[in-house]
């Protein structure tokens, strides 16, 4: 069974709209992240958080913003989207903050923006 | 910055035949960054091949292996003898650090096809 829970595996928005993808893991691990994939580019650190509190931010915009309603989720919500943001966004947890090069992955939300 | 290098996008390879799939990486955040191989099978998360955290050492896993050479900054994966369930997506990374905390950079990736 899948640890880490992505919802949806795919989703299509038009321009200009708000979608907010889930991510719940049950590993019992401290430190929850999102990671960006976009087409002939590589993966991509977003945000961490370690016992819900963010501790890093590499997004330069602000319509993506990380929501951490319990401990083991880890939602991003993405406003006014563009067709830029078309990517496969993956969640990834670790045991802490400490480890975050040992990353347990989600199998990712393939986003299209139209 | 940092940097990860994959050549090859995609490498196809005859069951039993051996693999290599090139890395080199580039640095400014940390000397001796540890190193990752990341594979994602089909329909599946990414999840962790093999690290090394010491230059010269090698890693293994799966019968994969990988040499962390830092005069070459490389950390080329291979494979003696692959099989047909080792078709995947294979990423290459390594360790960075900003401010106090720690990510991974990641390669493009390289997807390896092993043919019956």
């Known amino acids: 069974d899948p640890k880490i829970i992505q919802k949806p595996k795919y989703l299509v928005a038009v321009t200009g709209s708000e979608k907010i993808l889930i991510c719940e893991q049950y590993l019992g691990h401290n430190a929850m992240y999102w990671y960006r994939q976009s087409a002939k580019k590589p993966l991509e650190f977003m945000f961490s958080y370690s016992y819900q509190k963010l501790m890093d931010n590499q997004t330069a915009s602000s319509r993506f913003q990380p929501q951490s309603s319990k401990k083991n989720h880890l939602d991003l919500q993405i406003t006014a989207l563009k067709p830029d943001d078309s990517a496969t966004y993956f969640c990834a947890s670790s045991q802490d903050g400490l480890s975050a090069e040992t990353l347990y992955f989600g199998s990712g939300t393939r986003l299209t923006v139209l | 910055g940092d940097s990860v290098t994959q050549t090859e996008g995609q490498v196809t390879v005859s069951e039993s035949k051996s693999l290599i799939i090139n890395c080199t990486y580039s640095?400014?955040?940390?000397?001796?960054?540890?190193l990752f191989w990341y594979v994602r099978y089909p329909g599946e998360g990414l999840q962790l091949l093999l690290k090394?955290?010491?230059?010269?050492q090698k890693g293994s896993s799966r019968g994969f292996e990988a040499t962390y050479n830092k005069e070459t900054t490389s950390f080329h994966l291979q494979k003696a003898s692959v099989q047909e369930s080792d078709s995947a997506v294979y990423y290459c990374?390594?360790?960075?650090?900003?401010?106090?905390?720690?990510?991974?950079?990641f390669g493009l990736g390289t997807t390896l096809q092993v043919q019956p």
């Open positions: 090394v955290i010491t230059a010269g």
């Open positions: 990374a390594l360790g960075a650090i900003t401010g106090n905390t720690r990510k991974l950079i």
């Open positions: 640095t400014t955040s940390i000397a001796y960054p540890n």
